[in-house]
Each structure stands twice: as C-alpha cells, then as structure tokens.
C-alpha cells in the first residue's frame, strides 16, 4: 500500500493495462445486462487499446493509471463531456445533453475485480476529480450503470447525485442498459475560508512535474504517491 503509484497513461503497456481492466470490470458486472455473445466475443482484453491510444494522441480525453507496485489496479479517463452519436461505446446511441456543455465528465472508470475493496477506487477518483478542477471545469458528471448499486453507493460518497436523467444503451438482441447521470459539482471555491472538496481528503504525497513527463500532457502530474485513509467498493460507470 506504500507503492501506489497514479501514471498519465501514455504508452502502449499503459493501454493495454487499462483495457484489461476495462475488460475485466465488464464482465464482473454486466453478465445479464448485455448480451452474452457480446462479453464474449467484443468485450476481449485488448479491445479499448485503439481507442486510448487515439485519445492519447487526439487529446480528446486522458486517461489515468493507478499502479500498487507493478500490478495495475485501477484506471479511467476523463474529459470534456461527450455528446451525440457515441458509436464506439454502442452502435446507435446518441448522448443527449446539451445543457451540459462546458462540463467535465468522468468517461470510463474501473478497478481489477480482483482488487476491489482496497480503497484504490477512492484514491484514483480523487486525483481525476483533482485534474478535472486544474482544468477549470466547475462541474461534471459520470453515468452508471442503473442496477449496479455498488458503483452508484461509491459516486455518491464522491459528492455526486442522480440528476433525474439517463441514458438508453442499445445492445444487439434488442437489449438495453439505463445509465443513469450522477452529477457533482467539485470546484474548490475562493470563500476567504479555506476551502474544502466534497470528497473525503486523504493524505497525499505527490511529485508533480512541469511540462511533458513520460510521455504525459503538459501541466500534469507524471505519478503520485498515496496514503490510503478508507476502502471503496469496485466503482463502474456503465457501458459507455
């Protein structure tokens, strides 16, 4: 628990780490919820590296990589909202949400089913949650999976709250998943008192770096170090 290590994802061992985790975190949780030929035969290992290695590249979003020791544990990615035609999550679906332009979004967010319970979830959402402030967005929002109580539980511990809307999922064989959006608002605000996150705080030792480091977006921390002060349960954000 000393060794924890959170990476700007920027590598090909890096996407290929947050795949598996995405993979395996997809069938921990969604047996029932998209069909099975779908986990089998879409859902493999190796599916998400293409697209985290063009949203490396793109800088559409980022991606972060929580590492105890070598063994990666946990990862997600985060970014400006997504909205419209999403064909990469599901053929068909349309991210509706104009109202929402301008926020942060919590994209994908996954700890190894084997490593649930260790608190690595709470670790790494605070540091998204921290990036996300650093990039000026005022508010964001993630979506769930609506029949994974565990994750909704978890974002909820994390200032964030059912809004009211969701989204509808197609899936081959005529089978739809309901993901609803959990919103927070995690801005640090100046109130001439000091200011204190929504989130529970943990003690932090951080090494940030000015300018690219290992390949990471300018500005950002290349790796930090980590007390952990509680456990969280395994956290997903739905199929998207």
Known sequence: MNSLRIIDACTEEHFAAMSRIHARGWHAAYPGHVPDDYLRDVITEDHWIPFFREDYATGRCRGLLLCDGDTPVCCCTYGPVRLGPSPRQSEGLVIHGEAYRGWGEIISFYTDPACTGRGYG???????????????????????????????????????????????????????????????????????????????????????????????????????????????????????
């Open 122 to 240: 709470s670790v790494l959402m605070e540091e998204a949650l921290r990036r996300l402030r650093a990039d000026d967005y005022l508010n964001c929002y993630v979506f769930v999976l609506r029949e994974n109580e565990g994750a909704r539980r978890f974002y909820a511990r994390h200032g964030f709250a059912w809004d009211g809307t969701e989204e509808h999922i197609p899936f081959p064989h005529d089978m739809t998943c309901v993901d609803l959006r959990y919103t927070g608002c995690h801005a640090v605000r100046q109130t001439g008192i000091e200011a204190r996150p929504r989130y529970p705080s943990f003690l932090i030792r951080r090494n940030c770096f000015a300018g690219k480091q290992d390949g990471g977006h300018a500005g950002a921390p290349a790796a930090a170090e980590h007390g952990l002060a509680h456990d969280a349960v395994h956290a997903d954000p739905g199929p998207l």
